[in-house]
């Protein structure tokens, strides 16, 4: 009995925790932070200090401009499962890592109709050198504006 009462405990700290609301930060607070609005895409070039990347600039490239990050957020209808109705509802961000190092970032989301960013923190932040990340929410999420901050290079030159 012991056990079933220490499962159901542990799966209702699960639960809860797993529904606990993510904090809201304020992007004003930031430094050296880019914005992106849904349907944009650029380039960025970064003053250079050490591995740190600093004063994020947009500017359009091609995507193989070398020393340069790729941003892109738009919608799209693909998904492993079948879309719930017809056309791209489906937001997603793409930062590509034109750096010879690998790329770490931060990001939050803000959705439409709301004043509050939110921290983007699953598998998001780590992009190996020519290679990139995604991250796709859910169709009919309203993501209307992403914030990308505190960019660093990391020590390994490779993959």
């Not at 993510?22 to 380039?43: M, N, R, W, Y």
């Not at 930062?95 to 190092?101: A, E, G, M, S, Y």
């Not at 709301?114 to 990340?133: D, Y």
């Amino acid at each position: 009995m012991n056990i079933i009462r220490s499962l159901a405990f542990f799966i209702a700290t699960a639960v809860v925790a797993m529904a606990a609301p993510q904090h809201a930060v304020d992007p004003e607070t930031i430094k050296d932070k880019v914005s992106i609005t849904l349907g944009q895409k650029f380039h960025l070039k970064f003053k250079r200090e050490g591995n740190e990347l600093l004063q994020p600039g947009k500017y359009k490239g091609t995507d193989d401009d070398e020393a340069s990050v790729m941003v892109t957020l738009d919608v799209t209808s693909s998904s492993p499962t079948r879309p719930p109705r017809e056309g791209a509802t489906r937001p997603y961000l793409v930062v590509l890592n034109n750096f010879k190092k690998t790329l770490t970032c931060r990001a939050l989301a803000r959705f439409k109709g709301s004043r509050e960013f939110l921290e983007i923190g699953e598998g998001f932040g780590t992009i190996l050198p020519g290679e990139g990340t995604t991250k796709c929410w859910d169709f009919d999420s309203r993501i209307e504006e992403v914030v990308l901050y505190q960019f660093a290079l990391s020590a390994n030159q490779s993959k």
